[in-house]
């Protein structure tokens, strides 16, 4: 078995500060780090000692994926992201306006998803409940 890890990924969202925001409501995350990005863009970065999600917006206006990414080779799918409350997770979720769906108990854990407000879809999913 290999040490390799996944570090993070890179998405691009029409305003990576209310992103970073709504990742720490979320989860709890931090800014690692935040700054310019090749081409004039911006990036946030937010995550954890080991890992984080690289929110980018380039310097000019950015279209929405319309419809779903699955069919789209190289499509994002989903952000898949483990909490140990599942439930209160859920909450601040629902709280913040965003509706969850596709709720599914499963061995070895529960989970559910919902979308944010750039249609990135995030997968939240409980190994302890």
Do not use: C
């Not at 691009?12 to 992103?19: G, I």
Request: proline share 3%.
């Amino acid at each position: 078995m290999s040490g390799a890890f996944l570090e993070h990924v890179n998405v691009t969202v029409s305003d990576p500060e209310a992103t970073a925001k709504r990742l720490n409501d979320w989860f709890g995350w931090e800014i690692r780090w935040k700054g310019d990005s090749l081409g004039g863009g911006t990036t946030y970065h937010i995550g954890n000692d080991t890992s984080y999600i690289a929110a980018y917006t380039p310097p000019k206006k950015t279209e929405a994926l319309q419809g779903e990414s699955y069919g789209i080779r190289g499509g994002l799918n989903h952000i898949a992201v483990v909490v140990d409350d599942l439930d209160a997770t859920e909450e601040l979720i629902n709280a913040g306006g965003y509706q969850t769906k596709n709720h599914a108990d499963y061995e070895p854990g529960r989970r559910f998803y919902f979308d944010d407000d750039d249609g990135i879809e995030f997968e939240v999913v409980s190994y302890s409940d």
